[in-house]
């Protein structure tokens, strides 16, 4: 496969998203020596606070770099999670419009962050035009669809062009946060017929890929060497799905009641992602008048299910 396939990623951003946004980054940086990432920033702060830190190996862009009229006209008449579900498929198609080098290009929510690099990804994904992650966690894929709209990758071919110009047409009609008669949830239930409407469509087969938190209800997390494994796959990305920054010692690892984490995930998975996290806050603190805007408000520590304390 040509190498200059390899290790082109998107994610949007918002204000409530800036540290795991950067965390992220850093992961990049940090598993791989040849990456690009183009962020799509939702707030002007958020626009501003990622210019003062220059990083490199990464585009900005404004939404409005990537809006037409007919995103503008959805942009009125839902809510900003919901706007941001609507933008993943143009923010990819203006990429692709634009960067020529770019023949195919992997979609990250900002909660996600790699534990190793991408090679195996791409290998998996071999000269497929769509990928998609399976939701594994085997008791809502009836409300949310089968596959996760976090972790989806497209290449610049007739399929995927076909597929993203499809998608995007479908979220601009209709992307909201809920289940409706016609089966639809947000962006990521369109998801589901993919197999049977588009040519190339591979499903990740790797437990390591695409993680969260539901896995050790059925897999068993464990670690050899210095790598952390889902069973016998190793862990290359994890969605921090539901994780909270209460403030920079205290968090949320999962916020749900339906679900506490064991000790193992906590000391593989968690701790890692957590000390990372803190460096974020560090380099944005660094350049904003106060970090405290870029926490959770919505939790304390006094009501929250898998509570973690950081101790240096």
């Given at each position: 496969?040509d190498k200059?396939?390899?290790?082109?990623?998107?994610?949007?951003?918002?204000k409530a998203y800036?540290?795991?946004g950067?965390?992220?980054?850093?992961?990049?940086?940090?598993?791989?020596?040849?990456f690009?990432?183009?962020?799509?920033?939702?707030?002007?702060?958020?626009?501003?606070?990622?210019?003062?830190l220059?990083?490199?190996?990464v585009?900005?862009?404004?939404?409005?770099?990537?809006e037409?009229?007919?995103?503008?006209?959805?942009?009125?008449n839902?809510?900003?999670?919901e706007?941001?579900?609507?933008?993943?498929a143009p923010?990819?198609?203006?990429i692709?419009?634009?960067?020529?080098?770019?023949k195919?290009?992997?979609?990250?929510?900002?909660?996600?962050?790699?534990f190793?690099?991408?090679?195996q990804?791409y290998?998996?994904?071999g000269?497929g035009?769509?990928?998609?992650?399976?939701?594994k966690?085997g008791?809502n894929?009836?409300?949310?669809g089968?596959?996760?709209?976090?972790?989806?990758?497209?290449?610049?071919?007739r399929?995927g062009?076909?597929?993203?110009?499809?998608?995007?047409?479908?979220?601009?009609?209709?992307?909201?946060?809920?289940?409706?008669?016609?089966g639809r949830?947000?962006?990521?239930?369109?998801?589901n017929?993919?197999?049977d409407?588009?040519?190339?469509?591979v499903?990740?087969?790797?437990?390591g890929?695409?993680?969260?938190?539901w896995?050790q209800?059925?897999?068993?997390?464990?670690?050899k060497?210095?790598?952390v494994?889902?069973?016998?796959d190793?862990?290359?990305?994890?969605?921090?799905?539901s994780?909270?920054?209460?403030?920079k010692n205290?968090?949320?690892?999962?916020?749900?009641y339906?679900?506490?984490?064991?000790?193992?995930?906590?000391?593989?998975?968690?701790?890692?992602?957590v000390?990372d996290?803190?460096?974020?806050?560090?380099?944005?603190?660094?350049?904003v008048?106060?970090?405290d805007?870029?926490?959770?408000s919505?939790?304390?520590?006094?009501?929250?299910a898998?509570?973690y304390?950081?101790?240096s």
């Amino acid at each position: 496969m040509d190498k200059r396939e390899n290790n082109f990623f998107c994610t949007i951003v918002g204000k409530a998203y800036l540290i795991k946004g950067l965390t992220l980054y850093y992961s990049l940086l940090k598993n791989m020596k040849n990456f690009h990432l183009w962020i799509c920033c939702v707030d002007e702060v958020v626009y501003n606070v990622l210019s003062k830190l220059d990083l490199d190996n990464v585009t900005l862009y404004k939404m409005d770099d990537i809006e037409d009229e007919e995103l503008l006209v959805a942009k009125g008449n839902r809510s900003i999670r919901e706007y941001c579900w609507t933008l993943k498929a143009p923010l990819i198609l203006h990429i692709f419009e634009n960067c020529s080098e770019v023949k195919s290009i992997l979609y990250l929510d900002a909660d996600m962050y790699f534990f190793d690099n991408a090679k195996q990804i791409y290998s998996e994904w071999g000269n497929g035009s769509i990928l998609l992650c399976e939701q594994k966690d085997g008791w809502n894929d009836n409300i949310f669809g089968k596959y996760q709209a976090g972790f989806i990758g497209f290449r610049k071919d007739r399929s995927g062009l076909e597929c993203l110009n499809w998608w995007r047409e479908r979220c601009i009609e209709w992307c909201y946060d809920t289940c409706d008669d016609r089966g639809r949830w947000g962006d990521q239930r369109y998801m589901n017929n993919w197999n049977d409407l588009f040519e190339g469509v591979v499903v990740v087969k790797s437990l390591g890929i695409d993680a969260a938190a539901w896995y050790q209800k059925y897999y068993d997390i464990n670690n050899k060497g210095e790598k952390v494994y889902i069973n016998n796959d190793k862990l290359l990305v994890y969605h921090f799905t539901s994780f909270y920054i209460i403030n920079k010692n205290e968090f949320t690892l999962w916020k749900w009641y339906n679900l506490a984490l064991d000790v193992k995930a906590v000391e593989m998975i968690y701790e890692p992602y957590v000390k990372d996290i803190r460096y974020a806050i560090n380099k944005i603190d660094s350049v904003v008048h106060t970090i405290d805007d870029f926490y959770s408000s919505e939790l304390h520590r006094d009501n929250v299910a898998n509570y973690y304390k950081y101790v240096s």
